[in-house]
């Protein structure tokens, strides 16, 4: 190829490609990697700590794991144990719901699945019936899970398992969001006898650990029940757990009304709007939308707090766990079984906060600077 | 046009002033609330004494029979519940602040890392994260509990650090100090160091205020409260002895030793918390508008002076307040070492004495009323240190 000199008019040179000491893998390397002496040495201190543990790992993981296998004695000494995990994966799945029932439980979280779509996603065609059947289906679920009214009936003691995870889960997010709107209000309200109500409880709650609460929600609560009233230990836990994020989340609401000028406040009842109604149409769709990353963080952490069931003897899927590794056909596994139930933890808590974020940016009518 | 008129009926209108109707709902709710609580209570009572049972802190002197593997102060199974109760709370205590600290240090330097212009680091700091905070806690303990039961190797195997220090599934063991007499000259001039720091730092801030001297106040106040005891201990011939631990038979003897379940939940409880302080400190971080820092370079103060005259003054105002929901829901969370046995105060008067006596109302009572405590010391220690460093506006 022979050079020729070309010439241009003034404006007319086509663009030149960028100088390649600011493009491509190198110069991503040099800014990002090894911009400076001690940033190289970082990079290179981390690259080697990765090299200790990713390939190590990743053997005794993946490539030195036994997928298949009846006992113990059939896995491999130097890998994981993951033959275990396919053994019980029903176990882990739907606990001790009886075998010919499970479809029941597979029914019902497809129906979730349904009525979560259409609350969690806006562009979903035929909303409007779907958000209707969302608002039925907190009794349709029950039915289907716990039986009666031309189902076999199933006991709580038997639910188990993920299943038992995602029933206390949800149950204790679609409830514990309007009582602690309620007691975030009450906090807020003019009224003494009524703050001051709801300041000792959401501090109470507050103050002591979830796990006492439990405690007297499976020990204690029968000597405060009218002689001879018992009720099932799932329905108490359930209310505990629930008592328990609203005044988590009470707080959160709270911080979200505290963000609001009182301006607004007053603009609604300058408009003549009554409490319930300023606070409808005015202060709460302002309040919550500050406060949505506070209230996902709060639904997460209800979710994880769910595990603390297991010490008060019901079977979650950490539950299953602990009691399989106690299990002696299946003795000295601990980390592949807790490994397992960590991944089904991450992702559930990981969508939600993702589910959040894209909240977040939704939402954002652009008074951010 | 009708116009409407006006209601008659007193109370009708009673309800539409506002004042009354204020007064109204409010008698109402503690009509509810009061009478919930007579029921319950009149329930507790009806129930209680159908059984045979009364409410009676007097078991907290009966012996207590059963043994607490980890404690700080003397005890035995001759010790009475209450002193059962108070090794428990020192075991939370203890869990508790150990927790606090690791994880605050863990906590800052993810949040520095989570910064960091090494994409490198930056993504492994971002992982962590995020795995640690959507795993819940409770997991944590148990899987590394698990790994610390089943993967250390057994006494005999110990890893051996030196002779001194032997890590193995029994727990970390290490030697315990014995201190002989001449010891109490060495604390005597620690606390002689600490009173100088603490005159000493008043001395030179006012020399900087009056004529702008400094003085290198880090160093020699460290040299008080460190060196000097440290040149008196060598001095008097190192007063204390040491009690290395040896391996005798099947397991270690003399020395202390640090169990693994005290292992296991701290550690726990630390590397979950981290993850969320690091996100507290590096949202706090970057709450700094970038102007204050490019203000401070304009004016010639050098990188680590800005960070630390700057920066982090002002960050640390963002990073307080929710901080201290995270060291009170780390002291809350000690009470999950039930899960894998370790003997803290819920394990203890809410765990064993609670089943040998049969006293569940005093002693769940007992256990919330100590974590109610917890909180509130914590919380208001807390919000004191915030109110030090607050923003004082005009």
């Given at each position: 190829m022979t050079m020729t000199k070309q010439t241009y008019?003034?404006?007319?040179?086509?663009?030149?490609?960028?100088?390649?000491?600011?493009?491509?893998?190198?110069?991503?390397?040099?800014?990002?990697?090894?911009?400076?002496?001690?940033?190289?040495?970082?990079?290179?201190?981390?690259?080697?700590?990765?090299?200790?543990?990713?390939?190590?790992?990743?053997?005794?993981?993946?490539?030195?794991?036994?997928?298949?296998?009846?006992?113990?004695?059939?896995?491999?000494?130097?890998?994981?144990?993951?033959?275990?995990?396919?053994?019980?994966?029903?176990?882990?799945?739907?606990?001790?719901?009886?075998?010919?029932?499970?479809?029941?439980?597979?029914?019902?979280?497809?129906?979730?699945?349904?009525?979560?779509?259409?609350?969690?996603?806006?562009?979903?065609?035929?909303?409007?019936?779907?958000?209707?059947?969302?608002?039925?289906?907190?009794?349709?679920?029950?039915?289907?899970?716990?039986?009666?009214?031309?189902?076999?009936?199933?006991?709580?003691?038997?639910?188990?398992?993920?299943?038992?995870t995602l029933t206390i889960g949800v149950t204790g997010i679609v409830c514990s969001l309007p009582i602690g709107i309620l007691l975030a209000l009450g906090r807020q309200s003019n009224l003494p006898i009524i703050k001051y109500f709801c300041i000792g409880f959401i501090e109470f709650i507050r103050g002591v650990p979830l796990i006492t609460l439990l405690f007297v929600a499976s020990t204690m609560l029968s000597y405060f029940l009218p002689p001879g009233t018992t009720f099932d230990l799932l329905m108490r836990v359930l209310i505990m757990v629930t008592l328990f994020s609203s005044a988590y989340m009470a707080e959160v609401i709270r911080g979200g009304l505290q963000a609001l000028p009182k301006g607004q406040l007053e603009a609604a009842e300058s408009l003549g709007l009554n409490y319930s109604q300023a606070m409808r149409f005015i202060i709460l769709p302002q309040a919550l939308k500050i406060s949505i990353p506070g209230i996902v963080n709060t639904f997460i952490g209800l979710y994880k707090d769910s595990t603390l069931v297991i010490v008060i003897g019901l079977l979650d899927p950490l539950g299953i766990g602990r009691a399989s590794v106690a299990d002696s056909a299946w003795l000295g596994l601990s980390t592949e079984v807790y490994l397992f139930v960590a991944i089904f933890f991450f992702i559930s808590c990981f969508g939600m906060a993702r589910y959040s974020l894209y909240l977040e940016n939704k939402l954002n009518t652009g008074h951010k600077r | 046009m009708s116009t409407p008129t006006p209601n008659t009926n007193a109370l009708v209108r009673a309800w539409y002033d506002?004042?009354?109707?204020?007064?109204?709902?409010?008698?109402?709710?503690?009509?509810?609330?009061?009478?919930?609580?007579?029921?319950?209570?009149?329930?507790?009572?009806?129930?209680?004494?159908?059984?045979?049972?009364?409410?009676?802190?007097?078991?907290?002197?009966?012996?207590a029979s059963y043994d607490i593997n980890q404690h700080l102060i003397e005890y035995?199974?001759?010790?009475?519940?209450?002193?059962?109760?108070?090794?428990?709370?020192?075991?939370?205590?203890?869990?508790?602040?150990?927790?606090?600290?690791?994880?605050?240090?863990?906590?800052?330097?993810?949040?520095?890392?989570?910064?960091?212009?090494?994409?490198?680091?930056?993504?492994?700091?971002?992982?962590?994260?995020?795995?640690?905070?959507?795993?819940?806690?409770?997991?944590?303990?148990?899987?590394?509990?698990?790994?610390?039961?089943?993967?250390?190797?057994?006494?005999?195997?110990?890893?051996?650090?030196?002779?001194?220090f032997f890590l193995n599934n029994r727990g970390f063991q290490m030697p315990s100090p014995e201190f002989q007499s001449l010891f109490w000259i060495v604390g005597g001039f620690v606390v002689a160091g600490l009173a100088f720091a603490w005159w000493f730092s008043r001395y030179a801030k006012n020399v900087q205020d009056t004529t702008g001297k400094t003085y290198p106040v880090a160093l020699i106040n460290l040299a008080a409260i460190l060196l000097m005891p440290l040149v008196v201990y060598f001095a008097l011939g190192s007063p204390i002895e040491w009690d290395v631990p040896a391996l005798k038979g099947f397991n270690f003897k003399g020395g202390m030793v640090v169990r693994p379940e005290f292992i296991a939940l701290w550690l726990a409880l630390s590397l979950y918390t981290a993850a969320f302080i690091g996100e507290i400190v590096r949202a706090g971080i970057v709450a700094i508008d970038h102007g204050q820092t490019e203000a401070?370079?304009?004016?010639?103060?050098?990188?680590?002076?800005?960070?630390?005259?700057?920066?982090?003054?002002?960050?640390?105002?963002?990073?307080?307040?929710?901080?201290?929901?995270?060291?009170?829901?780390?002291?809350?969370?000690?009470?999950?070492?039930?899960?894998?046995?370790?003997?803290?105060?819920?394990?203890?008067?809410?765990?064993?004495?609670?089943?040998?006596?049969?006293?569940?109302?005093?002693?769940?009572?007992?256990?919330?009323?100590?974590?109610?405590?917890?909180?509130?010391l914590i919380s208001s220690g807390m919000n004191w240190y915030n109110d030090r460093i607050r923003l004082v506006e005009r």
């Open positions: 008019a003034p404006g007319t040179h086509p663009s030149l490609p960028a100088p390649t000491s600011t493009t491509g893998l190198i110069y991503w390397l040099r800014v990002n990697l090894f911009s400076s002496v001690a940033n190289s040495i970082i990079t290179l201190v981390s690259l080697y700590l990765l090299y200790l543990a990713l390939p190590a790992s990743i053997n005794w993981l993946f490539l030195d794991a036994t997928y298949i296998g009846e006992t113990r004695k059939d896995c491999a000494p130097n890998g994981a144990c993951l033959a275990f995990i396919g053994e019980r994966f029903n176990l882990f799945v739907y606990g001790f719901y009886p075998e010919h029932l499970r479809w029941r439980v597979d029914l019902a979280t497809i129906l979730l699945a349904v009525a979560g779509a259409a609350v969690l996603w806006d562009n979903i065609p035929a909303r409007k019936y779907m958000l209707r059947f969302a608002l039925i289906y907190p009794f349709i679920g029950a039915w289907l899970l716990s039986g009666g009214f031309g189902l076999e009936h199933v006991g709580t003691h038997l639910f188990g398992g993920l299943m038992l | 506002k004042e009354t109707r204020s007064v109204i709902v409010q008698i109402i709710a503690a009509a509810l609330i009061l009478s919930f609580f007579a029921f319950i209570i009149n329930n507790a009572v009806v129930n209680l004494s159908n059984i045979g049972k009364d409410i009676n802190f007097s078991f907290l002197w009966d012996n035995s199974s001759t010790s009475s519940h209450f002193r059962a109760m108070i090794v428990g709370l020192i075991n939370t205590l203890l869990v508790a602040v150990a927790g606090i600290v690791l994880a605050t240090i863990l906590g800052f330097i993810l949040g520095v890392m989570r910064l960091s212009r090494n994409w490198l680091t930056q993504k492994i700091a971002y992982v962590y994260i995020e795995y640690m905070r959507n795993v819940p806690v409770l997991l944590h303990i148990l899987l590394l509990h698990g790994l610390i039961v089943s993967s250390l190797p057994r006494p005999k195997g110990s890893y051996n650090f030196g002779d001194t401070a370079q304009a004016l010639g103060i050098s990188n680590s002076r800005v960070l630390k005259l700057v920066v982090i003054p002002q960050g640390l105002r963002v990073i307080i307040p929710p901080l201290t929901s995270q060291y009170l829901n780390l002291a809350k969370n000690s009470s999950l070492a039930l899960a894998i046995g370790y003997m803290d105060i819920v394990a203890t008067i809410g765990g064993i004495s609670l089943n040998q006596t049969g006293r569940e109302m005093e002693c769940m009572l007992i256990v919330m009323a100590i974590y109610l405590i917890i909180s509130l």
